[in-house]
T-cell receptor
């Protein structure tokens, strides 16, 4: 079963509009972390935002915010006022702890294209 | 400060050969982890090193190995290459072990390996 599900393989959004990238997750661990990374064509994974499972408030970082709905196991990324430079692959990821070992599990990603 | 540096950026090998990839973490970072990214399997965790010791390991065959040196630089080696090993190999560094304590995981631009 998929631990992280990103149902939007690709999205096209008009510049300056807000965009929501969907992410749902599956875990029975009460303590977990959720992340969003941006991967431009250069290949580098750029950390955008983090949400801990016990955080009471939704995380925000500049134009990025994470819409965390714990009961629905949803952690959508919202980008406000999109820019051309936002065109990239976006990955949702979850911290997993198995037998004391931590690792990140990534979703399959969403390719976001901003249209001028 | 300089980011995570991976070399080589691109390389082509043939089946049966072996390859060594290098990763220099951000200065002061002592934890290095490796990921494989393919179109079919997405991003998958390979292993993590801290203080020259492997701490975590993903589900990859023994052909995939790594090591870390006293200066925190890390190498990964793939022996007896197969066509399916063609991928982008990403290295990430962080200050402390436990990959994902706060999202402070910084990625390099990757080494793109093509196996013919």
């Amino acid at each position: 079963a998929q631990k992280i599900t990103q149902t939007q393989p690709g999205m096209f959004v008009q510049e300056k509009e807000a965009v929501t990238l969907d992410c749902t997750y599956d875990t029975s661990d009460p303590s977990y972390g959720l992340f969003w990374y941006k991967q431009p064509s250069s290949g580098e994974m750029i950390f955008l935002i983090y949400q801990g499972s016990y955080d009471q408030q939704n995380a925000t970082e500049g134009r990025y915010s994470l819409n965390f709905q714990k009961a629905r196991k949803s952690a959508n990324l919202v980008i406000s006022a999109s820019q051309l430079g936002d065109s990239a692959m976006y990955f949702c990821a979850m911290r997993e702890v198995n037998f004391g070992n931590e690792k990140l599990t990534f979703g399959t990603g969403t390719r976001l294209t901003i249209i001028p | 400060k300089a980011g995570v540096t991976q070399t080589p950026r691109y390389l082509i090998k043939t089946r049966g050969q072996q390859v060594t990839l290098s990763c220099s973490p951000i200065s002061g970072h002592r934890s290095v982890s490796w990921y494989q990214q393919t179109p079919g399997q997405g991003l998958q965790f390979l292993f993590e090193y801290f203080s020259e010791t492997q701490r975590n390991k993903g589900n990859f065959p023994g052909r995939f190995s790594g090591r870390q040196f006293s200066n925190s630089r890390s190498e990964m080696n793939v022996s007896t290459l197969e066509l399916g090993d063609s991928a982008l190999y990403l290295c990430a560094s962080s200050l402390s072990p436990g990959l994902v304590a706060s999202g402070e995981l910084f990625f390099g631009e990757g080494s793109r390996l093509t196996v013919l």
